[in-house]
Every structure is written in C-alpha cells, then in structure tokens.
C-alpha cells in the first residue's frame, strides 16, 4: 500500500520554505546579477586599459565570467521552474547544477589563461598608471556587489536555490577579490613593488579555480542524487517516529533534485489494522514531515508487523 503526490514546483532545498512568489524572486535575481556583472565588467576594462594592472585583468575575467554565469543561471532557472510533463515527471529542475557544471569550467579555463599572462609579467618593472582611478573603480564595483550578494542571500534564504545560491558565491569571493586588487595596486604604485601585482593576479586566479573546484563538486552531488545530510534525514525519522502508531521505519531514501525533494520510506504499522487506517497513518505521517520539508513530495510504503524484513 502506498501513498503518493505529484512533485512539488515550489522552490525548496532541505528546510527553506519556498513562498508563493518564490519564482519571482529568483527571476528578479538573474535579472539583477546580469545588469551589476554587465556593468561591473564595463568599468573594470575601461580600469584595465587605464591601469594596466594584471590584478586587475584577473578581475575583469571574472567579472566576464561572472556575466557568463549569470546569464546562464537566467536560462537555468527558466528551465528548472517548468512544472513536471509527461516527458519530465519529475520536473526539469536538474537544469540547475547542469549550468554549476558549465560555470566551473568556465571559470576555471579563464582563471588558468590569465595565470598565464600574470606569469609574464614578473619581470616586467614598468608600474601601473592611474593606480587612483582604479582603486576608485574597485570600491564602486565593491559596493555594487556587496548590494547584489545581500539581495542574492535573501532570494536564496527564501527560495534556496541552488543556481543563485552558486553565482553569490560567485559574487562574495569578488569581494575579497576586489580588496586583494586595491591592494595590489597600493602596494605597486606607491611602494614600486612591482612583482605584487601578478603575484596578486596569480592569487585571485587560484581563488578563482578552488570556486569552480567546489562548485562542480556541488553540481554533481545534485546530479548524482546525493542523499540529504545526515542532520535532515534524522528529522525526518523523528517525525517519522513521533506517530503513536509508527512502530519503525526503514529504506528511506532521500535526494535533491535542484529546486526539489524527494523522500520515500517503509513504515511498520500493526498487523490487524485495516487499509483504511494504515492510509490515515500515512497521511499523519506525511503532514508530520512536511512541517520541516513543506515542499517535498513524499512517497510512504506500509508494511504490517513481522513482514518488514522482506523489504530489507
């Protein structure tokens, strides 16, 4: 005997409670993350070709890749909040970590090339020019990004998207990047420490691959059906097990597929009550769990006393 419901389309990762405007919030917050790295990416060449900074170059190839990501996130989102068809009954929500995957190696491919030139540049002694501007330039894109991250958190708080919970972390480490770069060109232009800028540029390239390094490894958790930590699948056997009528459970299995869970479990119930009773229990039992996962669709199995070891 089995209970079952249709997959959610309501955003939600472990215990965020996605709300009824939730996909709204994720598209404004594509939408915004698109216009700050367009513009970002704007003034950080114009900075470049001012400054010559090597720092700097690293800074706009992320900001370059930042809009790359972005933009895909905007396509990936559009996808991933496509309600379940008969073609994808499960929903199209694994869109999301196929576009983290495609994000790392961007970013990992471009941090790689300007490692290169920052290597070319070690014994290069001619000092950066307008070091005042771009500093000027570094702290308005600092502050255009801190807006946007604190934005992305919230959406991310609300909805717990995967694809925009990537491009803030995207957007943080450019915030530690930015100061990384201000100092860069502080120490280059008023100390002639020449050999600081592509030792800089070099660092924020490696920040820039440990990113991408975790990331993917994200992307392929959710695309390889990872279980749920250990943390949530303990509430869901303390829901589970709350129920005066529950005597056990086992085979609970778990997954997130991008905006969306998916639980199933055995239940023992006693041997001598009837369908109709077992089916009340179960649905208890949903409504128990779906007070710390309101967003997940949950399968339940029953399984009368003394039998569930067949299942095992």
Request: glycine share 6%; net charge neutral.
């Amino acid at each position: 005997m089995k209970t079952s419901h249709a997959p959610s389309v309501v955003p939600t990762i472990a215990k965020k409670t996605g709300p009824s405007n939730g996909p709204e919030l994720m598209r404004a917050a594509t939408y915004a993350a698109i216009a700050v790295a367009a513009l970002l990416l704007g003034i950080k060449t114009w900075a470049y070709f001012v400054t010559g900074s090597v720092a700097l170059l690293a800074s706009v190839a992320d900001s370059a890749l930042d809009l790359l990501a972005s933009a895909l996130n905007f396509i990936a989102i559009r996808i991933a909040l496509k309600p379940a068809d008969s073609d994808h009954r499960f929903g199209h929500s694994k869109a999301e970590p196929l576009s983290g995957l495609s994000q790392a190696a961007f970013i990992a491919g471009s941090a790689v090339l300007v490692m290169v030139e920052a290597a070319t540049r070690f014994g290069n002694n001619s000092p950066i020019e307008a070091s005042g501007f771009g500093i000027g330039v570094i702290v308005f894109a600092t502050i255009v990004t801190l807006i946007l991250v604190q934005f992305q958190k919230y959406v991310v708080r609300k909805t717990g998207s995967v694809a925009i919970g990537a491009d803030s972390l995207h957007y943080t480490g450019d915030l530690f990047m930015n100061a990384s770069v201000i100092m860069a060109l502080i120490l280059s232009y008023n100390f002639s420490v020449h050999w600081i800028d592509p030792l800089f540029g070099i660092g924020i390239c490696l920040f820039l691959i440990y990113n991408a390094a975790r990331i993917a490894t994200h992307s392929v958790h959710l695309l390889m059906d990872r279980e749920l930590p250990d943390k949530d699948r303990e509430i869901i056997r303390a829901a589970v097990l709350n129920h005066p009528d529950v005597l056990s459970v086992h085979e609970l299995r778990t997954r997130s597929s991008g905006l969306h869970q998916f639980i199933q479990m055995h239940i023992v119930l006693k041997r001598e009550i009837s369908f109709l009773e077992a089916h009340r229990i179960s649905d208890s039992v949903e409504k128990a769990v779906k007070k710390d996962f309101p967003s997940a669709d949950i399968i339940i199995h029953q399984d009368p006393e003394g039998l569930e070891h067949l299942v095992r």
